[in-house]
């Protein structure tokens, strides 16, 4: 009778546990679960959302094949420029500091009659000659890009023998600090992967040779991060510069030299 108590007994603290392995491992499964939700980065927004608005949805079609144009270093070598930042104007102004070409000084908008375009560089050496040239005062660290948008309206002047590019427009400078970028020059994809926090760029927006005023420049940020709201912004810039640059105007300008 001893032997089937104790037999009883001790089948009764097996199925407990038991049991109290079941719980163990289900409270485990259950703890480990919640921690793995817990420390997944959820993305606040994804590209959809980035390319929602029908602004977006058009720069991306505009930029789907944008390639870079060639940077002619050869046409700006030795140029150097003087930033001048006045109450009166909306933006920087970039203007030559030496210019070697003195028949460009009665030069009018309707002058500048052999072309207006936008191009688009990319400078990844920190060639700091180059740099200057181009008017962008900072310097490039390891592995970091320089995007340049211009447009620009130019003539071509026989300057000591040789044809140089002269003119005016507007100039973006987009800092990439992320290392190794290679997105191209896709523009609103660039802006879309800065707003998501995968990259890291700056812009500065200067003007070539001629002051921005007028109430439809009266809110331009010149510089800050280029995210979505800051590229649509300078994208406008862009379209109504095109628009103020025409020959009716007759402002005086100094056309600086261009790629």
């Known amino acids: 009778m001893k032997r089937i108590i104790t037999l009883i007994t001790v089948i009764s603290l097996c199925i407990s546990c038991d049991k109290n392995k079941e719980t163990n491992v289900t409270e485990e499964t259950t703890t480990d679960s919640t921690v793995m939700v817990d420390s997944m980065a959820i ?3 994804s590209v959809e959302d980035v390319f929602e608005s029908s602004e977006m949805q058009e720069l991306k079609e505009q930029y789907e094949n944008t390639t870079f144009d060639v940077l002619n270093v050869s046409n700006i070598t030795g140029a150097k420029f003087v930033e001048k930042n006045k109450s009166e104007y909306a933006l920087p102004v970039l203007i030559l500091d030496n210019d070697a070409c003195s028949n460009t ?16 560089y990319q400078v990844i050496s920190n060639d700091q000659a180059t740099l200057s040239a181009l008017g962008f005062k900072g310097s490039l660290g390891n592995k970091e890009t320089l995007i340049i948008k211009d447009y620009v309206r130019y003539t071509k002047i026989n300057c000591s023998g040789t044809d140089k590019k002269y003119g005016i427009g507007l100039r973006c400078f987009i800092h990439i600090r992320t290392k190794n970028y290679d997105g191209g020059a896709n ?22 040779g001629f002051g921005i005023n007028g109430t439809e420049f009266s809110n331009i940020k010149s510089a800050g991060s280029f995210n979505v709201e ?21 402002m005086v300008i100094d056309p600086v030299v261009l790629p």
């Not at 523009?187 to 070539?208: C, G, H, I, W």
């Not at 912004?233 to 007759?250: A, T």
């Open 43 to 45: 993305p606040t927004e």
């Open 105 to 120: 000084s009665q030069l009018k908008i309707k002058d500048l009659n052999s072309g207006s375009n936008y191009e688009i």
């Open 187 to 208: 523009l609103p994809y660039l802006a879309a992967s800065v707003q998501m926090d995968r990259t890291n760029a700056e812009f500065k927006l200067v003007s070539l």
């Open 230 to 250: 800051n590229f649509v912004d300078i994208e406008k810039v862009f379209d109504n510069v095109l628009k103020f640059l025409n020959n009716e105007n007759n």
